[in-house]
T-cell receptor, first 110, second 113 residues
């Protein structure tokens, strides 16, 4: 069975401070991992995926297979980063089935 | 291009009734997935359709069903509604292939009274 755990339901940081949103997963094969974000009154949207190894809006996430983690990081948080963040896993293959974590509500304080 | 469109946006139904929700995917997307979002259980996968065939199914009772039409539009149906079915139902469409992005609709808010 596949499982995604986001231990922090709420996270507050000050503007300019580093931020790290934690994500741990459980999956027996090679997972596809994603971070999705939902800004206030907007629809859920992809932030980044592990295969891309890119930085989006200053965010990066590295897949650590040894620790089964995919933490999301940003060195300097901005107020516009305030949103709900979901870590998600897909078991790969042709089927599109995402298993989501419970989400972390990030608030960046001025 | 137009995003994923879900109709209706809000629904109020009575226990025991049935309901049908609709999802129009992004043009060219043949995969459509449905998710249920509740405060207690979070986002849970219901099922996925591709080329009019259910390809994958989550752990939901048989009261939850769906279908996909030849134009890739999809519907989901919930029969014999229960209070616990109150939720935001999200639809997502994607292209075929690994690591493809799922594009989500704004959801249908179903309230069962």
């Amino acid at each position: 069975a596949q499982r995604v755990t986001q231990p922090e339901k709420l996270l507050s940081v000050f503007k300019g401070a580093p931020v790290e949103l934690k994500c741990n997963y459980s999956y027996s094969g090679s997972p596809e991992l994603f971070w999705y974000v939902q800004y206030s009154r907007q629809r859920l949207q992809l932030l980044l995926r592990h295969i891309s190894r890119e930085s989006i809006k200053g965010f990066t996430a590295d897949l650590n297979k040894g620790e089964t983690s995919f933490h999301l990081k940003k060195p300097f948080a901005q107020e516009e980063d305030s949103a709900m963040y979901y870590c998600a896993l897909s078991g790969g293959g042709s089927a599109r089935q995402l298993t989501f974590g419970s989400g972390t509500q990030l608030t960046v304080l001025p | 291009k137009a995003g994923v469109t879900q109709t209706p946006r809000y629904l109020i139904k009575t226990r025991g009734q049935q309901v049908t929700l609709s999802c129009s995917p992004i043009s060219g997307h043949r995969s459509v997935s449905w998710y249920q979002q509740t405060p207690g259980q979070g986002l849970q996968f219901l099922f996925e359709y591709f080329s009019e065939t259910q390809r994958n199914k989550g752990n939901f009772p048989g009261r939850f069903s769906g279908r996909q039409f030849s134009n890739s539009r999809s519907e989901m149906n919930v029969s014999t509604l229960e209070l616990g079915d109150s939720a935001l139902y999200l639809c997502a469409s994607s292209l075929e292939g690994a690591y493809t992005e799922a594009f989500f609709g704004q959801g249908t808010r179903l309230t069962v009274v």
